[in-house]
């Protein structure tokens, strides 16, 4: 990896100027562990060197304020648009990440909002340590707790295999269990998302590929058309003709009272199915709060 020389009284547009993003992205997971340790070892230090006191306080502060510009660079590299993270409750959370020390729950909210590919953040109020969660991995809420704060900009994500997909800001997983459409509704709400709601070729085909890759021809998707045959009503409350998206084959969108159940294809083509057909898996999707 390249050398770097952070000039902490330079902005971070001017910062952007001399490094492309692809760099800064690899200062931001080169330097989160080396951040860690050294706020970790400052807390060590204070307590063994009281005297020092002044001294460390004033490391501690180049750490957070170096994670801080870092974080900042990142966000601008990235230019992704994701959301901010907004206080979910007073709970402590465990999962996939990385810590840091953080005055207060503002600044471990800040951190987080930094870093595009943080979903969420848990701060001890005790230990002022803040946890940071990484994009669409699991989350587990261990117990309601006056000590700690949660942030997120979704709801917990409670298995592994869920993948990003940006322009939706949202998280994908295939369900490889064969069930019928109210099976899959049900466990995609279970685990506190959707059947996965697709109006645009770019998510559309995102959820082609996982099907692609299980092996599976067909999977359920949100999309539903029991009360307006031949305009289906997605998982998010719009309508095809409002979303002017409908990757049908003539045959498939036949009006068929029989037949009220979207399922998506591997070649990314959408098939009406019986309802009650249990011969398929299904996409879940997890949404921010922000997103349709």
Not at 73 to 95: M, W
Not at 274 to 289: A, D, E, H, L, P
């Amino acid at each position: 990896m390249p050398s770097y020389k952070i000039r902490y009284k330079q902005k971070p547009h001017q910062l952007l100027q001399e490094r492309d993003a692809s760099h800064i992205v690899e200062i931001v997971f080169h330097f989160r562990t080396r951040i860690s340790e050294c706020a970790e070892l400052l807390v060590r230090k204070l307590r063994k060197h009281p005297t020092q006191r002044l001294f460390l306080r004033k490391m501690e502060s180049a750490c957070i304020r170096f994670l801080l510009v870092v974080g900042c660079l990142h966000a601008a590299a990235s230019q992704d648009g994701s959301p901010r993270a907004a206080v979910l409750g007073r709970a402590k959370v465990e999962g996939q990440g990385f810590s840091v020390l953080a005055r207060n729950g503002k600044q471990c909210l800040n951190l987080c909002n930094l870093q595009p590919a943080c979903d969420s953040a848990n701060y001890d109020i005790l230990t002022k340590k803040c946890r940071v969660f990484t994009r669409c991995s699991p989350t587990t809420l261990m117990q309601k707790s006056p000590t700690h704060i949660h942030y997120t900009k979704r709801p917990l994500i409670t298995e592994d295999g869920y993948t990003y997909h940006p322009e939706s800001d949202s998280c994908l997983k295939l369900m490889d269990k064969v069930t019928d459409f109210a099976e899959a509704d049900a466990v995609c709400k279970g685990q506190n998302g959707r059947l996965v709601s697709i109006t645009d070729p770019g998510i559309n085909e995102e959820a082609a590929a996982l099907l692609k890759r299980s092996g599976a021809q067909f999977a359920w998707i949100g999309l539903i058309d029991y009360r307006q045959e031949g305009n289906p009503l997605h998982s998010d409350g719009r309508r095809v003709s409002e979303t002017r998206y409908f990757p049908t084959e003539e045959q498939s969108a036949r009006n068929d009272p029989r037949r009220n159940c979207w399922a998506l294809s591997d070649n990314g083509v959408w098939h009406e199915h019986s309802c009650k057909n249990r011969t398929q898996f299904s996409i879940c999707q997890v949404v921010s709060y922000y997103s349709r």
